[in-house]
């Protein structure tokens, strides 16, 4: 197969670094590292090859290998507590997944496809055919000892080589080590081949490769190699394109959906391949296999799928209009016309409206209001022999209250008690916001004291509708007995606390108020915002504490927070008498704080982004895990003047509703960054960062890139140079503070074990938050447990 050249219009090259395994799979520790012994503590051990299964009906979840009890609590696992534990509370309904059909999308695995796949011819000499005897003793004895060394021991072999090495010669020992299923050390050889000066680019060499890493789910190296295939002018075969988007599909790191998705959406435009329609099927499964309020977000893509198996004249299998369906009901506008379409599209391919696409339509109709078409749809459902769900409840439940009729989802409700033997916390919930929006203020204590009763989890989301229902009619003693309720039965968030912030200041309750607030800034977890400021301000400004005033004026200055309108006349008068100019917070600059803060981020994988002038922070975090749901909400706070704009918080925005990605504004501030920690669109350690590395540093780095262990030691994650590695361990080390280290890739692990794990945590306590403090301090066996 001739490889194509990419037309100069359509030349691009995707400078976004490949995504990182999170934790590696093996995490034993070297010895101390030692001047002498630097590269070889730092070196991967060799591994057992293993060759991974094709996935055959879904993108499979690779099984994580176990882990040396050492290092056994990986800060997903920390995330993975009860559900009392858990703050990452998203209603129940909008978490609930697309049930498939046993002969729906996973009839036909992706991975079946490969065989028919076209992929370049490869033509390699044989070992025989080479006319030298030395040439061919030496390819000889490299073949045998380059895949039993270390990577480091491999490339000094092969700088050894460089005399007589040339490109034949070095294809020939990739070619050999993929044959025998060497394939990182085929990887190794060809990453060490490009940088010698004779290194001639080889379309069929970089395709073998890329789909022998994409096979061993080694995505990360698929796409380096599919990378350097674009940055040379060409077009990646068809078989790079399939597997790399398999290879996406089959791993559980964050991120890896969307690059999947990147792949697929390249393959048709700029590859003009048509993929096969296991491909298709498999990347549709995997967009709604999310939980609803994550899902909607990709129904673009799940559209743009729909079209290419439209257009390709390929099977439409019915979970594919089920799942169009299921994540246009989650949108927050919903799209009637389209959702006619499909189930008359349905109707005309002789698919019958199941379950799930009956329940989605109760969903969509709950949005807007549509009594008739949900009644016409409930009757449907109770034709059905698969019975009933408690999501098919809580749809009509909400139906009726869009329709002004309280009492008949307070019926529902009870129906649903009476035919259901189990259910969920939702049905509560949802029935609690109903009767409180209709300020049935009786039925709601009642239904919030049976829902206490219950043991069900979590209380929160009623406390907030019941408290928002006592403010609205000046109940404040009610009010304050559900907050000292919640305070009992649930871990509050900011909404909690806002909502009673503006009761006491409703009543009067300045000193109350005061002490409220006071909390809510000292308690990292709960922290302000702009809405929380302005009330206590707006208290103060009416009251005559001017002084006070000015102090909150002031924090507004600081945290950048814009002061309400209505409040300005009155502040410009206050601070005119104290001699003080009204300056609105505008100016960006960051902070001694901020400062320190980003590099602790960086150290931990922070990512930076460039829109080709200037440069943008992109925040990224694992949403199972606790530490970083807290932290995010952090730093969300921390940096809230300088986000983007459609990141930009609302002034009664709950801890759930801060999304797990989102990025800064592209500024001038940022580029000191990106030269220092990205240049060239790769993350690199600075040459100074032995300057930078504080306690503040430290902590954010430990909070946001490392975690702690089974057995209590604590474990840094680190990206760079074996010389940047080294001069951040010489830094460490004049802290006295001794580690191990341990390289999986690209990735060092910096280990800090026994006493040494202690004496870190009393270098960083002092800067770690207080609600992350008991997650994060060594020397607690029971942790991982």
Same mark, same amino acid.
């Given at each position: 197969?001739?490889?194509?050249?990419?037309?100069?219009?359509?030349?691009?090259?995707?400078?976004?670094?490949?995504?990182?395994?999170?934790?590696?799979?093996?995490?034993?520790?070297?010895?101390?590292?030692?001047?002498?012994?630097?590269?070889?503590?730092?070196?991967?051990?060799?591994?057992?090859?293993?060759?991974?299964?094709?996935?055959?009906?879904?993108?499979?979840?690779?099984?994580?290998?176990?882990?040396?009890?050492?290092?056994?609590?990986?800060?997903?696992?920390?995330?993975?507590?009860?559900?009392?534990?858990?703050?990452?509370?998203?209603?129940?309904?909008?978490?609930?997944?697309?049930?498939?059909?046993?002969?729906?999308?996973?009839?036909?695995?992706?991975?079946?496809?490969?065989?028919?796949?076209?992929?370049?011819?490869?033509?390699?000499?044989?070992?025989?055919?080479?006319?030298?005897?030395?040439?061919?003793?030496?390819?000889?004895?490299?073949?045998?000892?380059?895949?039993?060394?270390?990577?480091?021991?491999?490339?000094?072999?092969?700088?050894?080589?460089?005399?007589?090495?040339?490109?034949?010669?070095?294809?020939?020992?990739?070619?050999?080590?993929?044959?025998?299923?060497?394939?990182?050390?085929?990887?190794?050889?060809?990453?060490?081949?490009?940088?010698?000066?004779?290194?001639?680019?080889?379309?069929?060499?970089?395709?073998?490769?890329?789909?022998?890493?994409?096979?061993?789910?080694?995505?990360?190296?698929?796409?380096?190699?599919?990378?350097?295939?674009?940055?040379?002018?060409?077009?990646?075969?068809?078989?790079?394109?399939?597997?790399?988007?398999?290879?996406?599909?089959?791993?559980?790191?964050?991120?890896?959906?969307?690059?999947?998705?990147?792949?697929?959406?390249?393959?048709?435009?700029?590859?003009?391949?048509?993929?096969?329609?296991?491909?298709?099927?498999?990347?549709?499964?995997?967009?709604?296999?999310?939980?609803?309020?994550?899902?909607?977000?990709?129904?673009?893509?799940?559209?743009?799928?729909?079209?290419?198996?439209?257009?390709?004249?390929?099977?439409?299998?019915?979970?594919?209009?089920?799942?169009?369906?299921?994540?246009?009901?989650?949108?927050?506008?919903?799209?009637?016309?389209?959702?006619? %379409? #499909?189930?008359? &599209?349905?109707? +005309?391919? /002789?698919?019958?409206?199941?379950?799930?696409?009956?329940? $989605? *339509? !109760?969903?969509?109709?709950?949005?807007?209001?549509?009594?008739?078409?949900?009644?016409?749809?409930?009757?449907?459902?109770?034709?059905?022999?698969?019975?009933?769900?408690?999501?098919?409840?809580?749809?009509?439940?909400?139906?009726?209250?869009?329709?002004?009729?309280?009492?008949?989802?307070?019926?529902?409700?009870?129906?649903?008690?009476?035919?259901?033997?189990?259910?969920?916390?939702?049905?509560?919930?949802?029935?609690?916001?109903?009767?409180?929006?209709?300020?049935?203020?009786?039925?709601?204590? %009642? #239904?919030?004291? &049976?829902?206490? +009763?219950? /043991?069900?989890?979590?209380?929160?989301?009623?406390?907030? $509708? *019941? !408290?928002?229902?006592?403010?609205?009619?000046?109940?404040?003693?009610?009010?304050?007995?559900?907050?000292?309720?919640?305070?009992?039965?649930?871990?509050?968030?900011?909404?909690?606390?806002?909502?009673?912030?503006?009761?006491?200041?409703?009543?009067?309750?300045?000193?109350?108020?005061?002490?409220?607030?006071?909390?809510?800034?000292?308690?990292?977890?709960?922290?302000?915002?702009?809405?929380?400021?302005?009330?206590?301000?707006?208290?103060?400004?009416?009251?005559?504490?001017?002084?006070?005033?000015?102090?909150?004026?002031?924090?507004?200055? +600081?945290?950048?927070?814009?002061?309400?309108?209505?409040?300005?006349?009155?502040?410009?008068?206050?601070?005119?008498?104290?001699?003080?100019?009204?300056?609105?917070?505008?100016?960006?600059?960051?902070?001694?704080?901020?400062?320190?803060?980003?590099?602790?981020?960086?150290?931990?994988?922070?990512?930076?982004?460039?829109?080709?002038?200037?440069?943008?922070?992109?925040?990224?975090?694992?949403?199972?895990?606790?530490?970083?749901?807290?932290?995010?909400?952090?730093?969300?706070?921390?940096?809230?003047?300088?986000?983007?704009?459609?990141?930009?918080?609302?002034?009664?925005?709950?801890?759930?509703?801060?999304?797990?990605?989102?990025?800064?504004?592209?500024?001038?501030?940022?580029?000191?960054?990106?030269?220092?920690?990205?240049?060239?669109?790769?993350?690199?350690?600075?040459?100074?960062?032995?300057?930078?590395?504080?306690?503040?540093?430290?902590?954010?780095?430990?909070?946001?890139?490392?975690?702690?262990?089974?057995?209590?030691?604590?474990?840094?994650?680190?990206?760079?140079?074996?010389?940047?590695?080294?001069?951040?361990?010489?830094?460490?080390?004049?802290?006295?503070?001794?580690?191990?280290?341990?390289?999986?890739?690209?990735?060092?692990?910096?280990?800090?074990?026994?006493?040494?794990?202690?004496?870190?945590?009393?270098?960083?306590?002092?800067?770690?938050?207080?609600?992350?403090?008991?997650?994060?301090?060594?020397?607690?066996?029971?942790?991982?447990?």
């Amino acid at each position: 197969m001739e490889p194509r050249l990419l037309p100069i219009n359509s030349f691009y090259h995707h400078n976004k670094p490949p995504l990182n395994p999170a934790v590696p799979d093996i995490l034993t520790l070297a010895s101390p590292m030692r001047t002498s012994l630097f590269s070889s503590s730092l070196s991967l051990h060799q591994q057992q090859r293993t060759h991974f299964p094709e996935p055959i009906n879904t993108p499979q979840v690779l099984h994580p290998i176990s882990i040396s009890k050492c290092f056994s609590t990986s800060v997903e696992q920390l995330g993975s507590g009860s559900q009392s534990e858990r703050i990452l509370d998203f209603d129940e309904n909008e978490r609930e997944i697309f049930k498939f059909h046993d002969d729906g999308l996973g009839s036909s695995g992706a991975g079946g496809d490969r065989k028919h796949l076209d992929t370049p011819e490869l033509e390699v000499k044989d070992l025989a055919e080479l006319p030298e005897q030395w040439r061919r003793a030496k390819l000889a004895w490299l073949c045998k000892e380059l895949p039993a060394h270390k990577p480091a021991t491999a490339v000094r072999i092969l700088n050894g080589q460089r005399k007589w090495m040339r490109q034949e010669d070095a294809t020939y020992v990739v070619v050999h080590c993929t044959r025998i299923r060497e394939n990182e050390t085929a990887f190794r050889v060809y990453k060490w081949m490009m940088q010698q000066h004779w290194y001639r680019f080889d379309f069929a060499l970089s395709t073998k490769l890329a789909d022998y890493m994409g096979k061993e789910r080694k995505f990360a190296k698929c796409r380096e190699i599919f990378d350097d295939i674009i940055s040379q002018g060409r077009v990646p075969s068809e078989s790079t394109f399939h597997i790399l988007v398999i290879a996406y599909l089959s791993t559980t790191v964050q991120g890896s959906l969307e690059e999947a998705c990147i792949i697929y959406n390249r393959m048709i435009q700029l590859g003009g391949y048509r993929p096969r329609l296991s491909l298709h099927n498999s990347l549709f499964r995997a967009l709604v296999s999310k939980p609803g309020v994550i899902a909607k977000h990709h129904l673009k893509q799940a559209e743009f799928i729909y079209h290419n198996l439209v257009t390709c004249g390929l099977e439409l299998q019915k979970d594919i209009y089920g799942g169009l369906i299921w994540l246009h009901s989650y949108q927050d506008t919903i799209d009637k016309e389209r959702i006619t %379409s #499909l189930r008359e &599209e349905m109707r +005309q391919a /002789g698919v019958e409206e199941g379950h799930e696409v009956l329940v $989605s *339509i !109760m969903r969509a109709c709950a949005k807007d209001g549509d009594v008739e078409e949900a009644e016409r749809t409930w009757l449907k459902l109770l034709r059905l022999d698969e019975g009933l769900s408690s999501h098919a409840f809580v749809c009509r439940m909400e139906v009726f209250s869009k329709a002004g009729e309280p009492m008949k989802s307070l019926k529902t409700f009870r129906e649903m008690q009476e035919v259901l033997s189990s259910y969920n916390v939702v049905p509560y919930h949802k029935i609690i916001e109903v009767l409180c929006k209709a300020e049935e203020v009786e039925l709601a204590e %009642s #239904l919030m004291q &049976e829902l206490v +009763q219950s /043991g069900m989890k979590p209380l929160t989301p009623s406390f907030i $509708s *019941i !408290m928002d229902m006592f403010l609205n009619l000046n109940l404040h003693d009610k009010l304050e007995s559900a907050f000292s309720a919640c305070l009992e039965k649930c871990r509050p968030n900011r909404s909690v606390y806002m909502i009673y912030l503006d009761s006491l200041v409703k009543v009067g309750n300045f000193d109350k108020a005061e002490e409220i607030f006071n909390y809510m800034r000292n308690n990292e977890a709960i922290g302000l915002n702009a809405r929380s400021c302005n009330t206590i301000l707006s208290e103060y400004l009416s009251s005559g504490y001017h002084v006070k005033a000015e102090r909150i004026y002031d924090l507004m200055c +600081q945290k950048k927070y814009d002061v309400d309108s209505s409040l300005m006349e009155k502040l410009d008068s206050v601070l005119s008498s104290s001699r003080k100019v009204v300056r609105k917070p505008i100016s960006l600059k960051l902070s001694k704080e901020q400062r320190e803060i980003l590099v602790g981020l960086f150290l931990g994988g922070l990512q930076i982004e460039s829109d080709g002038k200037k440069h943008m922070i992109q925040f990224e975090f694992n949403q199972n895990s606790i530490i970083h749901s807290i932290l995010r909400r952090h730093l969300h706070d921390q940096y809230h003047e300088w986000l983007h704009p459609s990141c930009k918080p609302s002034d009664d925005i709950d801890n759930e509703d801060i999304p797990c990605r989102f990025c800064t504004i592209s500024h001038s501030y940022f580029d000191f960054y990106a030269d220092q920690f990205w240049p060239r669109g790769k993350p690199q350690l600075p040459k100074l960062i032995h300057r930078w590395m504080s306690p503040q540093v430290l902590a954010y780095w430990y909070m946001y890139g490392g975690h702690r262990t089974s057995s209590g030691d604590i474990v840094l994650k680190l990206k760079g140079s074996v010389d940047g590695v080294g001069k951040v361990i010489k830094t460490l080390k004049s802290k006295s503070l001794d580690c191990r280290v341990k390289r999986k890739g690209k990735v060092f692990w910096i280990g800090f074990l026994g006493g040494m794990s202690t004496w870190f945590w009393k270098l960083v306590e002092p800067y770690i938050l207080d609600d992350l403090k008991d997650l994060l301090k060594p020397g607690d066996p029971t942790l991982g447990e």
